[in-house]
Antibody, heavy 116, light 112 residues
Framework: QVQLVESGGGVVQPGGSLRLSCAASGFTFSRYGMHWVRQAPGKGLEWVAFILYDGSNEFYADSVKGRFTISRDNSQNTLYLQMNSLRAEDTAVYYC?????????WGLGTLVTVSS | DIVMTQTPLSSPVTLGQPASISCRSSQSLVHSDGNTYLSWLQQRPGQPPRLLIYKISNRFSGVPDRFSGSGAGTDFTLKISRVEAEDVGVYYCMQVTRFPLTFGGGTKVEIK
């Protein structure tokens, strides 16, 4: 069945960097756009970024533009989120999700904590 | 950005009774292709969100028919005809018509 598994989260100091991965299986990864969405502890959902199926275009939330980069490797069925210049307000569970319009399924998420 | 406003914040419901959640967008969600990309998500405690309804009223695969969506333009509603214990959680509306994607603040459905 369709499965998305995020990894790469952890504790990082303000100003630091982290790269998240999302391993996809159970579907033809190269045919679908992919999202990153985050959820701060006890808060609602915030969309972060989207990449087209072939990696030809990317979209970002203003809150992360210029600091985060979404990318993908279709040969490895993997989605990435490179996060630089991290701030305390980036602390959240980061989910990857499949499909531009349906946005499902979602992975279980990986927790990123930005703290000194 | 399109602002999504959900009401109520919390909805205590008796088992077997209906529940209704409203979502209003700050702009029309009609896409240039004619579709309205308004979705509803359910997030059970400790779990990731899952898609319930897409394009206003289409139930996603495996979603029970007690869930229904309606609306048009900027006003949308999710209804649960008879709430079951497994429906406890937070419900979000989401627009995917235009980037950035935006979500409502969430409605917590709990059992009275």
């Amino acid at each position: 069945q369709v499965q998305l598994v995020e990894s790469g989260g952890g504790v990082v100091q303000p100003g630091g960097s982290l790269r998240l991965s999302c391993a996809a299986s159970g579907f033809t990864f190269s045919r679908y756009g992919m999202h990153w969405v985050r959820q701060a502890p006890g808060k609602g959902l915030e969309w972060v970024a989207f990449i087209l199926y072939d990696g030809s275009n990317e979209f970002y939330a203003d809150s992360v533009k210029g600091r985060f980069t979404i990318s993908r490797d279709n040969s490895q069925n993997t989605l990435y989120l490179q996060m630089n210049s991290l701030r305390a307000e980036d602390t959240a569970v980061y989910y990857c999700a499949k499909d531009r319009a349906m946005v499902d399924p979602w992975g279980l998420g990986t927790l990123v904590t930005v703290s000194s | 950005d399109i602002v999504m406003t959900q009401t109520p914040l919390s909805s205590p419901v008796t088992l077997g009774q209906p529940a209704s959640i409203s979502c209003r967008s700050s702009q029309s969600l009609v896409h240039s292709d004619g579709n309205t990309y308004l979705s509803w998500l359910q997030q059970r405690p400790g779990q990731p969100p899952r898609l319930l309804i897409y394009k206003i009223s289409n139930r996603f695969s495996g979603v029970p028919d007690r869930f229904s969506g309606s609306g048009a333009g900027t006003d949308f509603t999710l209804k649960i005809s008879r709430v079951e214990a497994e429906d406890v959680g937070v419900y979000y509306c989401m627009q995917v018509t235009r980037f950035p994607l935006t979500f409502g603040g969430g409605t917590k459905v709990e059992i009275k």
